[in-house]
Each structure stands twice: as C-alpha cells, then as structure tokens.
C-alpha cells in the first residue's frame, strides 16, 4: 500500500512554456500532498503544502505564481511551472501523507519528474 | 544550529559490516521520525519509522530513538552493495502540519 505515482517521468520543454505535473496517491486518499524540488547532490527543498480543497502553503522564496500548485481532489495534486526557464531545471518531486495509527502522518514520496528547459 | 544534522559522509563500510548512520535533532516537539533511502537520481524510499524511545527492528534494518539527547541512529546489519544510497533522515512534530525536515543526508557506500 501507500503508492505514489507521478507524471510525467521525464520533461523537455523550451524556455518560456508551461509545464504540468500530476501526483497521484493510488490507494489511499492524501488531505495533503507536498511538493520538493532537488538540485544535484543537494537535499530536498520543501516547495509547498498542498491541501484538499484550498489554496497551498509556499515555503519562503518560492513563487507562488511561477508554481501553480492544484489539489483538486483526495488523489490528485498538480504542479504547473509557468514560463520555464533553464534555472528551473531540476527534479520535482511529490509526497503524499497517509494516516499513521497514533501518530503524525508518514509521507510517501512519488517516483519524481526530472525536468530539462531548453 | 541545523534543526536536523547529519554527518555527510560517505560512510563506507564492508560487505555483511553492520552501518550505523546517526541524526541529531534540535527540536524538543519533535514526535515522529522517519528514515528514507535515497538512490541516486531517484526518490526517496521510506525505510523506517519510529516515535517511542528504544529500538524497533524491521529485517535488517534498526531504528534507535532517545528523545532525551534528540538521537535518531540507523542501524543496518549485513551490508550489501545494494544498501549503498543516501539515507535521509526527517523528524516531525505535532502541530507541524505533518511537514517533515529532513537532514543533508548521509552517504554510505558497501564495499565488495
């Protein structure tokens, strides 16, 4: 249990297009889905808080209205990175919370989207 | 002070050597704790996690949690190549809206 898919696997797009990219949780339901981005040899950067239903939570720094980010339903978050440029190159990653009996959540981590702007 | 410190390594280690891999954390609120395998150029894999103080086992792999010196260890018996990865190492607390923050990582190689 407790899979994470993600799609696409692999983006190549020109610099100044949009690029969309889906999380799913395919056997549980995720109130919240986080979205993290990692550079080369560095660790991961929490980007947002994705919530069911309302708008997300961004980390300081990033731009809200350069990573859309959609959490249409208990399954699916989106990520859209508008007018990519090339220093948006990197691997996007995305988690899921399922409930832990007890305790605090425990986050399941999608299979990532390395993405390459041209 | 980081909020989640590990030592960067790598670690190497011998084949069937056990590794022991060590988080500091300075959040006292701190209340779950999670190692996760990080393969190069993939995502992180969750391989442990532990919220009671003392040693819970699961096959090869230990976790080892003293919240009093804010100590998380990772201990993996009979090393195999396979185990060479990063480990993450991540700590959450309640009221933290489930957000975890991880450690740097640390790396660990298993030598033939």
């Given amino acids: ?118 | 002070q980081k909020e989640v410190e590990q030592n960067s390594g790598p670690l190497s280690v011998p084949e069937g050597a056990i590794a022991s891999l060590n988080c500091t954390y300075s959040d006292r609120g701190s209340q779950s704790f999670f190692w996760y395998r990080q393969y190069s150029g993939k995502s992180p894999e969750l391989i442990m996690s532990i919220y009671s103080n003392g040693d819970k086992e699961d096959g090869r792999f230990t976790a080892q949690l003293n919240k009093a010196s804010q100590y998380v260890s990772l201990l993996i018996r009979d090393s195999q190549p396979s185990d060479s990865a990063t480990y993450l190492c991540a700590v959450n607390r309640w009221g933290g809206g489930n957000k975890l923050t991880f450690g740097t990582g640390t790396q660990l190689k298993v030598e033939l």
Avoid at chain 1, 50 to 71: M, P, R, W
């Fill in chain 1, 1 to 118: 249990g407790a899979v994470v898919s993600q799609h696409p696997s692999r983006v190549i797009c020109k610099s100044g297009t949009s690029v969309k990219i889906e999380c799913r949780s395919l056997d549980f339901q995720a109130t919240t889905m986080f979205w993290y981005r990692q550079f080369p040899k560095k660790s991961l950067m929490l980007m947002a808080t994705s919530n069911e239903g309302s708008k997300a939570t961004y980390e300081q720094g990033v731009e809200k209205d350069k990573f859309l980010i959609n959490h249409a339903s208990l399954t699916l978050s989106t990520l859209t990175v508008t007018s990519a440029h090339p220093e948006d190159s990197s691997f996007y990653i995305c988690s899921a919370s399922a409930p832990t009996s007890g305790s605090t959540d425990t986050q399941y981590f999608g299979p990532g989207t390395r993405l390459t702007v041209l």
